[in-house]
């Protein structure tokens, strides 16, 4: 008999805080509408809205910079094209990775099948033009680098 009343109590413990917490978020939604409304919300969304739109304009100007530096580059030749921004070669291997895998199996290389994409890579670089390795091709590509500072 005494669970029971135990019981009851928990259960009118449990309504009361459910319904407390219901109108406690009842009250949070209403007060955050009123602050949607506000002066100061609205300047801040507009300020995250410039904000972003600056982001995104010096990401296009970025991207101008980067294709006009590298037609400089291919002009020039020179790798600082202007102060701040600079062409960096760096040299990549293109490859398909199942046939990177075969060619390691037929050519005794099996050291380099654990896919290690890195090992493989430094390997192709290393007997560039000593082996041929017809999975792969060494190429250099130019990257246009732009100082943080200019």
């Not at 409304?37 to 801040?44: G, P």
Request: one cysteine or more.
């Amino acid at each position: 008999m005494e669970n029971k009343l135990v019981l009851e109590n928990l259960v009118g413990e449990l309504v009361q805080a459910r319904n407390a917490a219901s109108l406690a978020f009842d009250v949070e939604a209403q007060e955050r509408e009123k602050l949607f409304e506000t002066e100061a919300y609205k300047r801040v969304e507009e300020c995250a809205a410039i904000a972003q739109a600056w982001v995104e304009r010096a990401e296009r100007v970025e991207d101008d910079i980067r294709k006009v530096g590298f037609e400089v580059y291919q002009e020039t030749q020179n790798k600082q094209v202007y102060p701040g921004i600079g062409i960096r070669a760096m040299t990549r291997v293109a490859y398909e990775e199942q046939d990177a895998a075969n060619w390691c199996v037929k050519n005794d290389k099996v050291s380099l099948l654990k896919l290690d994409k890195t090992k493989f890579e430094k390997w192709v670089k290393a007997v560039d033009g000593l082996e041929e390795v017809e999975v792969a091709e060494v190429y250099t590509e130019h990257i246009v680098t732009i100082a943080k500072e200019l």
